[in-house]
């Protein structure tokens, strides 16, 4: 499974399609699964990693009403997309509308996924953790990182 990292400037078009960058076309295959992200955002998945994904969600208790709420929505959310020929994938108005996208978007990659992003938002979002990077470095620290 490939590792995505970077973030890269792009802008959805007046159809809803985002031409996702040129570095990871080659690491998403032909169909991804976009859902819901965290922090407003969307998460885009390649068929191999939201497998894996998958497969950890399978072992969630549904009787834990966390848990089938978690489900409920991320998987409530996630819609297949096909990559046409140009690196696009056409988004949802639904999907949109959740992460506020209209124009300009950042696409970030984050270790099995990329993310999708507004673009004032992820600016924000990001200064606010470099900001605040001795802190979350010593927070995963924690974490055996």
Not at 46 to 72: E, I
Not at 82 to 105: E, F, T, W
Not at 130 to 144: H, I, P, Q, R, Y
Request: glycine residues 8%.
């Amino acid at each position: 499974m490939d590792m995505f990292m970077g973030s890269y400037d792009h802008r959805i078009d007046n159809k809803g399609r985002l031409v996702m960058p040129a570095k990871f076309r080659s690491q998403i295959g032909d169909t991804v699964v976009c859902t819901v992200g965290l922090d407003n955002c969307l998460a885009v998945y390649p068929m191999d990693a939201w497998s894996v994904y998958l497969q950890k969600l399978q072992s969630l208790p549904f009787t834990k009403g966390q848990a089938r709420q978690f489900m409920r929505t991320l998987l409530g959310a996630a819609e297949e997309l096909p990559v046409d020929g140009q690196g696009r994938i056409l988004l949802s108005v639904k999907l949109r509308k959740y992460a506020q996208l209209s124009d300009a978007v950042v696409v970030n990659g984050v270790n099995d996924h990329l993310e999708i992003w507004n673009s004032e938002k992820w600016s924000a979002s990001n200064d606010e953790m470099l900001e605040n990077f001795t802190s979350l470095a010593e927070g995963v620290s924690d974490l055996g990182v």
